[in-house]
């Protein structure tokens, strides 16, 4: 086999790629490799970052990342972080997800291979452009961003009150449908979304298992839940012990309503 080529012949057996369509899109995976840094500039977040900060040239915007890194562990343990108040407290005294999050947009291989990913899944498993589409734990919007560019037209982003989502409002309000505050007084609704995306977030929480039950009864039947929920054992700066103990019964919830089209990752509700 040709060095190189083994992981787009096993990702050629995922979903969403088992499909003539899915050629053309791994084809895609295979244009990121050879050229991580110049492919895929709609997905970038950086010229709104620009936008939103007043940031003249480049240099500028590096010089803020990697400001923002600056004693960011040292502010996790600067303060208790025992219950669910003070962890998500955490994520409004910093601003370093924002920036690491734009950067990562334009500039790592790694990152926009999984926002690709997500967007294959996403318009993989719609009948329309106009069906709802919801990003649980979105972050600064990357994914939401390019599903807006990519011609999705109902799509939502939620996640709780941070530094991300105040810049979601500043900078996204007027292309998304809704911006979602999670914060206890949220509603999803009932089968109200054909695809529902959560991206390495879950692992944060203190009780996945109550969050993925929302997301289960958000979800329309028919509709794909797209889950990363990673293995994690390093407690110290946001990962929570409560979430991997959690962990199992989250995918056994998951799987007593939906098919399973990636072990892990994709599900289908049954109808």
């Known amino acids: 086999m040709i ?23 791994l084809l895609q995976h295979i244009f990121l490799r050879f050229f ?10 950086v010229p709104l970052m620009m936008d939103e ?16 890194r600056i004693d960011f562990e040292s502010l996790w343990d600067a303060a208790p972080r025992t219950n669910k108040a003070e962890i998500e407290h955490f994520y409004q005294e910093h601003d370093k997800d924002l920036w690491r999050q ?28 106009d069906d709802p589409v919801m990003d649980y734990g979105c972050g600064a919007g990357v994914l939401v961003h390019y599903l ?25 309000k007027q292309t998304l449908r809704r911006i979602i505050t999670v914060d206890g007084q949220e509603s999803f609704g009932t089968n ?19 969050i993925i039950e929302k997301l289960l009864t958000a979800l329309k039947p028919g509709g794909v839940l797209m889950l990363s929920f990673p293995i994690e054992t390093d407690f110290t700066l946001a990962h929570t012990r409560e979430a991997q103990e959690q962990r199992p019964a ?18 289908r509700k049954r109808a």
């Open 148 to 172: 807006r560019k990519k011609g999705c037209t109902n799509v939502d982003a939620a996640d709780i009150p941070s530094k991300t989502i105040d810049f979601l409002h500043a900078q996204m």
């Open 192 to 210: 109200e979304y054909q695809v529902i995306v959560s991206l390495d977030c879950l692992e944060h929480t203190l009780d996945p298992l109550m």
């Open 3 to 25: 060095p190189g080529i083994t992981p787009f012949v096993r990702l050629w057996s995922l979903y969403p790629y088992r499909s003539f369509r899915g050629f053309f899109r």
């Open 102 to 129: 734009a950067y990562l947009s334009r500039d790592s291989y790694n990152y926009k291979r999984k926002i690709l990913r997500a967007m294959h899944t996403v318009l993989a498993s719609l009948t329309s452009l």
């Open 36 to 45: 991580p840094h110049s492919s895929f500039p709609a997905m970038s977040i």
């Open 53 to 68: 900060y007043d940031l003249s040239c480049d240099e500028e915007f590096r010089v803020r990342y990697y400001v923002s």
């Open 250 to 267: 989250v995918f056994k919830r998951i799987m007593d309503v939906c098919d399973v089209l990636v072990p892990e990752l994709v599900f």
